[in-house]
Structures are given as structure tokens and as C-alpha cells.
């Protein structure tokens, strides 16, 4: 497995994990992973009347900016206070990551699709450039075979 993620994205996961729809068609590991994720906030949270507070707002009102910061500041409250529980999410959250079941951010979609822009363009000059050198030489080429041509008219 990878490295363990700062405690900051850690929370991010998992809020993200937690509120993003069900009813996403999900394959069965991604669907087993994010159950695993979810079970592990709720119990953890769900001990707390805080915490139990929390999850139950994010449930009602998924998003709501005051719902996910309450959920945001309990989950840093227990990762804070309990390593255990830190490691045991961040290991949950791996194969979630990994299967890309909370890569739902635009921006990496976008930075992927730029990327794949940048290269087609940069193949298209790369290509335009190389024509345009092909197409200079073929005019000033071997001053001779002018003068052939123009000898067999």
C-alpha cells in the first residue's frame, strides 16, 4: 500500500466518502470499500452525541456547507485524538482511492483533459512545423535539378 495521507486529506476522504451518493453504479469492490469507510465513520461518530449530531445532519442535509463542516470538524476531532482510528481510516479509504470512487473533484477530470489537449496541440505544431520545413526544402532544393528541368523543356 501507499503512503499514509496527511490527516487533512484523510478527513476530506472521508467526508466525501460519506456524502457522496449511493446510488452511484459502482462496482462491487468500490461498493464493499465505501461501505467499509461509512461503517467505520458511523460507529467512531455515532458514539458521540456530537458526533452522532453530525452524521445525523449530513444525512438530512448532504449539502449544506454548515452540515459538512460539522462533520469535517468531528471526523478531526477523533483522527486527532485517536491514531488507531486514523490508521483504520486511512486504510479503509485506500482501495476507495484507489478505485477512484471519491476522485468526483472537476479539477483532476479537467487537469487530465488539458493534459490530453496539450499533447494533441503539441502535436499538431510539432507535425505543421515539420511540413512547413519539408515543404522549404523541397522548393530550394538542389539548385541543379532546376536547371534539369528547365534544360528538358
Same mark, same amino acid.
Request: with cysteine.
Given at each position: 500500500?501507499?503512503?499514509?495521507?496527511?490527516?487533512?486529506?484523510?478527513?476530506?476522504?472521508?467526508?466525501?466518502?460519506?456524502?457522496?451518493?449511493?446510488?452511484?453504479?459502482?462496482?462491487?469492490?468500490?461498493?464493499?470499500?465505501?461501505? #467499509?469507510?461509512? %461503517?467505520?465513520?458511523?460507529? *467512531?461518530? =455515532? &458514539? +458521540?452525541?456530537? !458526533? @452522532?449530531?453530525? /452524521? $445525523?445532519?449530513?444525512?438530512?442535509?448532504?449539502?449544506?456547507?454548515?452540515?459538512?463542516?460539522?462533520?469535517?470538524?468531528?471526523?478531526?476531532?477523533?483522527?486527532?485524538?485517536?491514531?488507531?482510528?486514523?490508521?483504520?481510516?486511512?486504510?479503509?479509504?485506500?482501495?476507495?482511492?484507489?478505485? #477512484?470512487?471519491? %476522485?468526483?473533484?472537476?479539477? *483532476?477530470? =479537467? &487537469? +487530465?483533459?488539458? !493534459? @490530453?489537449?496539450? /499533447? $494533441?496541440?503539441?502535436?499538431?505544431?510539432?507535425?505543421?512545423?515539420?511540413?512547413?520545413?519539408?515543404?522549404?526544402?523541397?522548393?530550394?532544393?538542389?539548385?541543379?535539378?532546376?536547371?534539369?528541368?528547365?534544360?528538358?523543356?
Amino acid at each position: 500500500m501507499g503512503e499514509p495521507m496527511e490527516l487533512t486529506e484523510l478527513v476530506s476522504q472521508a467526508v466525501r466518502v460519506v456524502t457522496e451518493p449511493a446510488s452511484d453504479p459502482r462496482t462491487a469492490a468500490a461498493t464493499a470499500a465505501r461501505q #467499509g469507510v461509512l %461503517d467505520l465513520v458511523r460507529k *467512531r461518530l =455515532g &458514539g +458521540t452525541p456530537s !458526533g @452522532a449530531a453530525a /452524521l $445525523a445532519a449530513v444525512s438530512a442535509r448532504p449539502t449544506d456547507p454548515a452540515a459538512l463542516a460539522g462533520l469535517r470538524d468531528e471526523l478531526d476531532a477523533a483522527v486527532l485524538a485517536d491514531r488507531d482510528f486514523a490508521a483504520a481510516l486511512d486504510a479503509a479509504l485506500a482501495p476507495v482511492v484507489g478505485l #477512484g470512487q471519491t %476522485d468526483s473533484d472537476p479539477t *483532476r477530470a =479537467g &487537469g +487530465t483533459a488539458l !493534459g @490530453a489537449t496539450c /499533447l $494533441a496541440l503539441a502535436t499538431f505544431v510539432a507535425l505543421l512545423v515539420h511540413g512547413t520545413i519539408q515543404a522549404l526544402n523541397d522548393d530550394t532544393a538542389d539548385p541543379s535539378s532546376g536547371e534539369d528541368s528547365a534544360q528538358g523543356r
